[in-house]
């Protein structure tokens, strides 16, 4: 009997445990083809991941990046269109880094195991329609330094187990439908430079310990219910604290919020967001949401309810009456005004270009946001404020009517396409030129209005044959976003000539591949000299799709400058994007610096697109340059219409500048002086 028991026992637990067993033992392809399942389940978008594939981190899997070991580091899929879901599986990639899967339809929960990804240092999940609560387990990720979880469904409260995330410098958790406190532990994430929690249903006052945080930049809490007094902790963060639409908040020294009553400062000492000192109840059992109201007793707590139950009763009637007088308003401004893109009239009412998507994707009423931006408008003080000269503000600024205008107030019919910090729409001027106008939110921005106006004054700085002509700029206060205004390249990017199988119309002949191989590198050569007042420029983020084709087909070098904008996270995100795809030199990884030799790595990769034809550069590829084996390397559209001398060449300057050691690297000037030897 005991024997069969013990074997009872055995299988039992072998039983329950063998699914644990069965993943840990799968090859990472193995967990790779069912995370591809899960998220693209129509198998529509992620054909290059094959389960006949021998190894997914020779360049074929898309948006994939390993390290020397073979282990995969980094998954890079945002803005595909997956409509699936996150799988349990996700947490076995252990040595993964990166996960980007922003900007997508992705639906259902967060699974916990995703907590076992220990070494991940960026999560990004936003603007999917992903619900559920947020995981507590997220805090046992100790490396995680960005966590984007805005623009989704959302619910519950915030998990008080973020607290453990030493290394966060940025929690984004906006747009969703969260409820509860703003926990105080927070307060403990020493390094957290941004916190966005608007536009949730939180409750309860600001922590005091938060925002005593030590290098807070931006706390941007819009379109709460939060009440109390607001620390003046936070008012060193001038224009980075955003509290719109908090009724019930209070405090001095904050020009839009009402001077405190005595009721609201009755406890200033005591825990925030509520006290944890409640009678007969340990601290450490009572929820950090917990709605405790100190100084309730057996023989008070009736009298209490029966004034909370006025107060909700009032609060019942303000809210209604808000939204009758919101609805009228709005009623009254769609039949004066027929235009889905502007939303108000004015310009202090506008909602920024994500907002509105976001209002019409949910089918929730503009009203929502009727102030953006609090007041950012960095060139609103005209040339003597902004720092250009009168000659430069006057030939470079456009007011928002025209951009609305131009792109037809950002109809999806003009929508070029999105990134990790921008939308790109066509548009047409009003004398009648077309161009690209990239949007560019303010909490994608530099949070310092100087260094922001320091980078802009820059872009207009730059002119060249082979960079992209910037047109105009354009600094919205209503909306809260700044639009660049581009010339408009009829023939697209790079990236839209490599892997071509069926148009032959897109396979570029020998002469514009070398007039092209030629052209980068002059913009390259451009950028990295100082001259005049122009300083010299990393552009630390080329690629194929950097590099526009115009109507002669001339190569033209895009987002030249744009870090100078961008937040450290934004431009952040844009990398491992270019470390998915090959472009990001290898010594980044351990510096985390840029410098010339970093663009001549990338210049080198696109060298061998350009030759190859194709977006991945396999080592197979590699090898067929290294040893002069045409047949192994060449784009095999070009039927052997080449200059066999003129390959070998430019392979061989594609080898060099993509050498391990950027100490053996050429620089471009060296890099120009010997493509002048290639004739075509």
Not at 286 to 307: I, M, T, V, Y
Not at 348 to 354: A, P
Not at 501 to 526: C, F, P, Q
């Amino acid at each position: 009997m005991a024997s069969i028991f013990l074997q009872t026992i055995f299988f039992f637990i072998f039983y329950i445990t063998s699914p644990c067993l069965s993943l840990s033992h799968k090859t990472e392809l193995s967990v790779l083809m069912d995370i591809k399942s899960s998220l693209d389940p129509s198998n529509k978008i992620l054909f290059s991941w094959s389960v006949n594939a021998t190894d997914p981190c020779n360049g074929s899997f898309e948006g994939i990046a390993c390290d020397p070991s073979g282990q995969v580091v980094n998954i890079s899929l945002q803005g595909k269109g997956l409509n699936g879901q996150i799988p349990p599986e996700i947490g076995l990639l252990k040595s993964l880094s990166g996960l980007f899967l922003h900007f997508n339809e992705l639906n259902g929960v967060v699974p916990k195991e995703i907590a076992n990804l220990t070494e991940l240092s960026d999560l990004y999940l936003n603007v999917n329609n992903l619900s559920g609560e947020i995981p507590s387990e997220l805090g046992n990720m100790s490396n995680l330094q960005v966590l984007q979880l805005c623009y989704n469904k959302f619910t519950g409260s915030i998990p008080i187990q973020l607290r453990y995330l030493r290394k966060l410098t940025v929690l984004a958790l906006q747009y969703n439908q969260l409820t509860g406190a703003i926990p105080a532990s927070l307060g403990d994430l020493m390094l957290l430079r941004r916190l966005d929690l608007s536009f949730n249903s939180l409750f309860g006052s600001i922590p005091a310990k938060v925002a005593d945080m030590p290098v807070l930049e931006v706390l941007d809490i819009r379109n709460n219910t939060l009440s109390g007094r607001v620390p003046l902790a936070l008012k060193r963060l001038n224009e980075g604290f955003q509290y719109a639409n908090n009724l019930g908040l209070c405090g001095v020294e904050f020009s839009s919020l009402n001077v405190c009553k005595h009721s609201d400062s009755l406890h200033p000492k005591k825990p925030e967001p509520f006290g944890a000192a409640a009678k007969g109840l340990a601290s450490k059992d009572l929820p950090e949401s917990a709605d405790f109201k100190p100084g309730c007793s057996q023989n008070n707590c009736s009298n209490h309810s029966k004034h909370s139950r006025v107060a909700a009763l009032c609060g019942v009637i303000l809210f209604v009456s808000f939204i009758v007088g919101g609805l009228f308003t709005f009623t009254w401004y769609r039949r004066r005004k027929q235009k889905i893109g502007s939303a108000f009239e004015a310009s202090d009412s506008r909602l920024s270009t994500d907002q509105i998507k976001e209002v019409y994707r949910r089918s929730a009423s503009p009203l929502i946001s009727l102030e953006y931006s609090n007041g950012w408008d960095p060139l609103a003080k005209g040339p003597s404020g902004s720092g250009f000269s009168q000659e430069m503000f006057d030939s470079f600024m456009v007011n928002v009517d025209e951009i609305e205008s131009a792109t037809q107030y950002f109809s999806e019919v003009n929508l070029l396409g999105k990134s990790s910090f921008s939308t790109i729409y066509k548009g047409m001027m009003r004398d009648g030129s077309i161009v690209a106008i990239k949007c560019i939110a303010k909490t994608s921005c530099k949070s310092d209005e100087a260094e922001f106006l320091k980078g802009l004054k820059i872009l207009t700085l730059l002119k060249h044959e082979c960079l992209l002509g910037l047109r105009g700029i354009c600094c919205s206060k209503g909306r809260g976003e700044c639009f660049l205004v581009y010339d408009f390249a009829p023939n697209g990017d790079l990236s839209q000539y490599l892997d071509v199988k069926d148009n032959k119309r897109k396979v570029l002949e020998w002469s514009t591949r070398v007039s092209i191989i030629k052209g980068i590198a002059k913009g390259i050569g451009y950028l990295h000299v100082s001259k005049g007042s122009k300083p010299a420029i990393i552009h630390q983020n080329l690629s194929a799709e950097k590099v526009l084709i115009d109507l002669q087909y001339n190569p033209l070098l895009s987002d030249s400058g744009i870090q100078k904008l961008l937040a450290d996270d934004i431009f952040f995100s844009t990398l491992k994007a270019s470390a998915a795809k090959g472009y990001l030199a290898p010594e980044y990884t351990t510096t985390g610096r840029f410098t010339d030799k970093s663009d001549v790595y990338a210049y080198g990769m696109i060298i061998l697109q350009i030759l190859s034809g194709k977006r991945m550069i396999s080592q197979s590829i590699r090898q067929g340059a290294e040893l002069g084996r045409l047949e192994d390397f060449m784009d095999a559209n070009l039927e052997g219409k080449y200059i066999e001398s003129e390959v070998m060449k430019l392979a061989k300057i594609a080898l060099l500048c993509t050498h391990e050691s950027p100490i053996h690297r050429p620089d471009i000037e060296t890099v120009l002086q010997d493509l002048t030897g290639v004739a075509s």
